[in-house]
């Protein structure tokens, strides 16, 4: 498999989908309350892809090799939960923390976000590792523009990370995304300077770390369903995803809404305005 390069279409096709996926985690952020079920959380978000936003919920019967198909709309990935949780009938409780990881296909484009939920009150170590985690995947994001590499975005989270006390999950990365749902290149969220695949215009791809409270080492889940992955330590995991765009200039965050939470201070607003250099 390839890089592909997004053409005009393409990309505008990238945005709606990218958009409408992020305007579904909008949708659900009111609903993730103490006593809600993580099924009740699926078909909120399987009714509202499907009879309101006019998308198909990709992760629905996704069956990578090696994989059984998955069996529901959206990822939900609670506490020691790194990714890839299945949605169950245990009502979430206060202080839990949760990961909704949603893609939606919209005239054959895939949109892919996910959010960190604090349910209820919350420990300060939980709220902080969601709010150094969300930090990180933007630390990565303001390293893309063309000339740019891979190992720039993964080195950046990595650091930033790491200087925190937490620690990268290294089997699970970010990925290119277009008419299919996980396209080269993989988007590794650690990483050294000037290595890996130069960024070009018109890639589009996620950037969606991983990061431990604990050590870095993950396993299977107990629920032994051949996805949810956990930590080997039990240490509270999380995770934030955006679907990016790289512009002529910089970058573009495709998977932005009215409910999208702010931009870091640190971020350089001036990319976000850029006109492109080129038509
Ligand atoms: N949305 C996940 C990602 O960010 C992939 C989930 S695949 C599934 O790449 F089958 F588990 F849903
Ligand atoms: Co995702
Ligand atoms: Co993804």
Redesign the pocket.
């Known amino acids: 498999m390839s890089i592909t390069y997004k053409d005009a279409a393409g990309i505008e096709g990238m945005r709606v989908a990218c958009r409408l996926a992020s305007e579904l985690l909008d949708f659900l952020t009111p609903f993730v309350k103490p006593g809600v079920t993580t099924n009740e959380i699926d078909r909120l978000a399987h009714d509202y892809m499907t009879q309101v936003q006019g998308t198909i919920p990709a ?1 629905l019967g ?1 069956q990578p090799p090696g994989y059984a198909p ?1 069996p529901k709309s959206l ?1 939900s990935s609670v506490n020691h939960q790194v990714c ?1 949780g299945i949605p169950n009938d245990k009502p979430l409780k206060k202080g839990d923390i949760v990961n909704l ?1 949603v ?1 939606g296909i919209k005239d054959g484009w895939h949109g ?1 976000s ?1 959010r960190m939920f604090l349910v209820g009150e919350t420990s300060i170590a939980a709220k902080r590792l969601c709010q150094i985690t969300y930090e990180a995947m933007w630390q990565g994001i303001m390293r893309v523009k063309p000339g740019a590499r891979l190992g720039d975005i993964g080195f950046a989270i990595q650091t930033f990370a790491e200087k925190q006390g937490f620690s990268i999950v290294r089997e699970f990365c970010g ?1 290119g995304i277009g008419a299919r749902f ?1 396209e080269d290149p993989q988007v590794m969220h650690y990483g050294r300077p000037g290595t890996q695949e130069e960024l070009k215009p018109g890639m589009t791809f ?1 950037i ?1 770390p991983m990061i431990n409270a604990g050590k870095r080492d993950i396993k299977d889940g107990p629920e032994k369903d051949g ?1 949810s992955i956990v930590t080997r330590d039990h240490s509270l995991s999380a995770q934030w ?1 955006h679907t990016i765009l790289v512009t002529e200039t910089s970058y573009e965050v495709l998977t932005l809404s009215a409910g999208s939470p702010p931009i870091p201070a640190f971020v350089p607003q001036n990319k976000l305005a850029e006109v492109p250099v080129s038509a």
């Open positions: 992760t996704y998955y990822c890839h990881d893609t892919d996910s990925h996980h996620t969606e996805w995803e």
